[in-house]
């Protein structure tokens, strides 16, 4: 809910329908798959609880992130537009999950032009992370893209009530991280320790704590302007 009230103002109304729709969602435990590559397409997946992600496998067993998942996201909201998933969706933490027929949000949309509003334009700014994760990438070294890619999950944790000061869950194995930001696990490790060493950061547990935000988004050359949160990127991060 408070995601989606990022991008619209939702009425009682709207709030009541997106409840309704999201009332029966799915545990999953760490790892799972949610569903898979080749699965059929049949309607939205909403993040209720946990950390998961979007994926893609090659034959080889190589593996490439695409996308993290957090609570109040979600994907496939065209998913009437295909007929079969063309990359996986994994629980990366217990999860819970709501799983909507995309007749059902349909039916919602229709009746609640916000919430659809809402929804699409969730949508770009997903479009909008997936840029920035080519940039990433592309474009920056090993320690700029982790540093790049800690800014960003602390904001969008912090926009639905997720983050304790400037320490928030980080349920990611260094391997997790190397296949998200395309770097070896050696490269990760160096990295890490590199960003504890200038006290950046602090991890312990799959706790994640900011040290100094002002440092590491200047490292990371960070602008939140893609990720469209208005005030709350600004927010509890000018320690």
Same mark, same amino acid.
Request: positive net charge; charged residues 25%.
């Given at each position: ?30 790892? &799972? ?29 190589? @593996? ?41 949000? @349909?039916? &919602?949309? @229709? ?35 982790i540093a790049h890619l800690f800014c960003e999950l602390h904001l969008r944790l912090s926009s639905v009530g997720l983050t304790t000061g400037m320490t928030c869950d980080l349920p990611l194995t260094q391997s997790e991280i190397a296949v998200t930001v395309g770097l070896s696990n050696v490269h990760v490790n160096r990295s890490l320790q590199a960003l504890r060493r200038q ?25 939140? &302007? ?14």
């Open positions: 809910m408070r995601k989606l009230e990022c991008f619209a103002h939702l009425s009682g109304e709207d709030r009541s329908a997106l409840f309704r729709l999201i009332a029966n969602g799915r545990d999953y435990p760490a790892q &799972a798959d949610i569903l898979r590559e080749g699965e059929p397409a049949d309607g939205i997946l909403i993040v209720l609880k946990g950390f998961a992600c979007r994926n893609q496998f090659r034959q080889t067993g190589a @593996r490439q992130i695409t996308a993290y998942l957090v609570p109040g996201d979600h994907c496939h909201l065209e998913a009437d537009l295909v007929s079969r998933m063309d990359h996986t969706v994994s629980a990366l933490s217990a999860c819970r999950i709501a799983r909507i027929p995309a007749d059902a949000l @349909r039916a &919602a949309t @229709r009746q609640h032009p916000t919430l659809r509003k809402a929804l699409r334009r969730s949508d770009r700014v997903d479009e909008a992370t997936l840029r920035e994760w080519i940039v990433n990438i592309g474009c920056r070294s090993a320690i700029e893209r006290r950046l950061i602090a991890l312990s547990g799959k706790r994640l704590t900011i040290l100094d935000w002002t440092r590491l988004t200047d490292l990371a050359e960070f602008n939140p &302007a893609y990720l469209n949160l208005g005030q709350i990127g600004q927010i509890g991060h000018d320690i």
